[in-house]
């Protein structure tokens, strides 16, 4: 009975709301235009079951308290529990002590003009919370406020990445990680022996039945008849010199009924080369265990404790998939780009075998020109930094292009990060004003595209001169030329211009940063399969001297990172995969290495790095 009464009453109309209200201020009132008043100006009390403003809220809730108390009326006379009898009593009383209490407050505070809105309510907490946080007192909501320190929005990003719990980067270790320093085998010779002995005994058996012409041919003897009769399981260094090694052997031979024999010898295996020093030493060391087909021991010896160059290794702590990278982390590659860069120029036998055609794939996700974090200041900060090596170390006169639009007529265009990048290089800061470090470095004026002022003069007489890809270019004083990233574009190719540009340079050195010479087969038979072969030799005939790429999981997005590969003819020639391992040090800071796990001679297929990076053995 009671449900029912409770649903008939729920659709009663409501009372007509009194004559009582709150005035609303004009604008935006002080504390003391809040007042009550009623239609009656002489008049300071409100009429008997006068609408009351809630005294928190300021909402008019009148209405609604007097629909209640008719409800409540109503249930008072059906019959009703006892216990639900007394549980309404008591809430009722509850409920009139409350609204008693909140008219008595507005009635005080509307008389006094003390009442505090809302909103400045909310005004005085955000100064009590500003003033907390060390602000000065006033100056808040009122006064001028004190002047921030600008923001650094590097910084900012980076603390959106997490890198405030990530250890930071050994700078001391970047600078003097290229450091070439590989002392003579007479120096080394004791360590490299102890490390072979203790680590790869059963490696130098299998090196000894290859490396050995004799031993060959009395292993393939023994065991024409019976596979396993005659075995070598192990073998330790005696002497180790510039030219090869002395080995003692483990031999077991096994009779045909299953005696076996066990006894020692001792022969010697050459170097494929003679080695002057450790990395020599390592080099020629992971060359035969290369041939014995030991692809993973060879990781071993490049990472030898205490012998031989670092340049072979990664720093720790990079963490390259914060972008940008720290200022310290990007001079580290353009030292390893430049160093190998150098090294391939003054290799006269590299650019006749070459015909000078080099290229340099560095694709951190920074200058990675498949990711949209692609940023254009780092890769023309590494494009000045190859110049200058060039150009003031080596001097020798450097022409960097970047290509021109693609295409015909309406569907001309040039690929998205290549566009605008040339006035931006033009306006570097080259250090080649009057008075600077490099002054009188560049070929042509500096121009000020918006005015048309020329703020630098150029110096015929200059080392760095810009241009478009295309024979036209190459002028005949030109010796080293410099591409930025070409590439081809659906509807376009890069291959004739980029093609008659190298047949223009005779020979002369031709560096491509990051190319992307893959056809992308469009309409109108453009890069379909007429001329593909072509293409693909002209891609193929430039000589990798320095590579550096992440290896992610899946996908080429930069998250997560599982390893790298690395290349640099100049203090790492061997291609060398990497497997990333991270952990949390005592500090609660996050750290990463990058451990070597496989060393190959060419570039490795996906399928090899798969199985470096999968193997679970060190």
């Known amino acids: 009975m009671a449900s029912l009464l409770l649903s008939a009453t729920a659709f009663l109309p409501s009372p007509a709301p009194p004559a009582f209200r709150l005035r609303p201020p004009a604008g935006r009132c002080t504390p003391a235009v809040l007042r009550m008043s009623t239609d009656d100006a002489g008049k300071d009390k409100p009429k008997p079951g006068a609408k009351v403003p809630d005294a928190i809220t300021q909402t ?5 308290r007097q629909q209640n108390a008719q409800l409540r009326a109503k249930l008072a006379n059906a019959d009703e529990p006892e216990a639900v009898r007394q549980m309404r009593l008591k809430r009722e009383a509850e409920e009139a002590a409350a609204e008693a209490a909140a008219v008595e407050d507005a009635k005080k505070r509307a008389k006094e003009g003390n009442f505090v809105s809302g909103q400045a309510n909310r005004e005085a907490k955000l100064v009590e919370a500003y003033e907390a946080a060390g602000g000065k007192k006033g100056q808040a909501g009122g006064g001028e406020m004190e002047e921030a320190p600008p923001r650094d929005i590097r910084e900012t990003f980076r603390k959106m990445q997490g890198s405030e719990r990530r250890k930071r980067v050994d700078e001391e270790e970047l600078l003097h990680q290229s450091l070439v320093d590989s002392p003579p085998v007479a120096d080394c010779g004791d360590a490299i022996a102890a490390f072979l002995n203790s680590n790869l005994k059963e490696e130098l058996g299998k090196i ?18 019976q596979n396993g009769a005659y075995a070598i399981p192990e073998a330790s260094v005696i002497t180790i010199d510039n030219k090869g090694m002395a080995l003692s052997l483990r031999i077991i031979e096994t009779g045909f009924f299953g005696n076996s024999k066990e006894s020692t010898d001792t022969i010697r295996v050459d170097f494929p080369q003679p080695c002057n020093d450790a990395d020599a030493v390592k080099g020629a060391l992971i060359d035969m265990l290369r041939g014995c087909g030991l692809v993973r021991a060879t990781a071993k010896v490049l990472k030898m404790d205490g012998v031989g160059s670092k340049g072979w290794s990664i720093p720790n702590n990079l963490f390259l998939n914060e972008i940008p990278c720290r200022s310290v982390i990007r001079e580290w590659f353009y030292r390893d780009a430049c160093d190998a860069v150098q090294v391939a120029l003054l290799d006269d036998q590299l650019m006749n075998e ?8 560095c694709v951190p996700p ?7 974090t692609f940023r254009v200041g780092t890769m023309l900060e590494l494009v000045r930094e190859l110049a200058l090596r060039i150009a003031v170390v080596m001097e020798k006169r450097v022409k960097i292009c970047i290509q021109g639009p693609l295409g015909e007529g309406f ?23 009057p008075g600077e470090m490099y002054e009188g470095l560049l070929v042509e004026d500096t121009v000020n595209r918006r005015t048309g002022e020329v703020f630098n003069l150029g110096n015929p007489e200059g080392r760095v001169s810009f241009g478009e890809v295309g024979a036209d270019s190459c002028a005949d004083e030109d010796e080293v030329f410099i591409v930025i990233a070409p590439q081809s574009m659906t509807g376009a190719s890069v291959f004739e211009p980029l093609a008659s540009m190298v047949q223009a340079a005779k020979g002369r050195p031709f560096l491509c940063i990051n190319p992307r010479l893959k056809d992308k087969p469009s309409s109108g038979a453009v890069m379909q399969v007429g001329g593909r072969a072509q293409r693909i030799e002209f891609a193929n005939s430039f000589r990798d001297i320095f590579h550096f790429r992440l290896l992610y999981k899946g996908s080429t997005f ?7 590969l690395r290349y640099n003819m100049a203090n790492s020639p ?13 500090e609660g800071k996050e750290q990463e290495h990058y451990e070597p796990k496989a060393v190959y001679e060419k570039e490795p297929t996906s399928v090899q790095i798969t199985e470096a990076l999968s193997s679970s053995k060190d």
Do not use: C, H
């Open 574 to 586: 061997f291609w060398t995969v990497f497997k990333r391992e991270a952990w949390t040090d005592d």
């Open 208 to 225: 000894a039945v290859r490396y050995n012409k004799e031993l060959a041919e009395l292993f393939g003897k023994r065991n024409s008849f």
């Open 366 to 372: 920074e200058i990675n020109p498949e990711m949209d």
């Open 354 to 361: 070459t015909r000078g055609r080099i290229r340099i794939e």
């Open 60 to 64: 008019d809730n009148s209405a609604k």
């Open 411 to 433: 569907f001309t265009g040039t690929p998205l990060m290549l566009s605008g990048m040339r006035p931006v290089l033009e306006g570097m800061d080259w250090k080649s004003r």
């Open 558 to 564: 930069m998250f997560p990172i599982t390893g790298a």
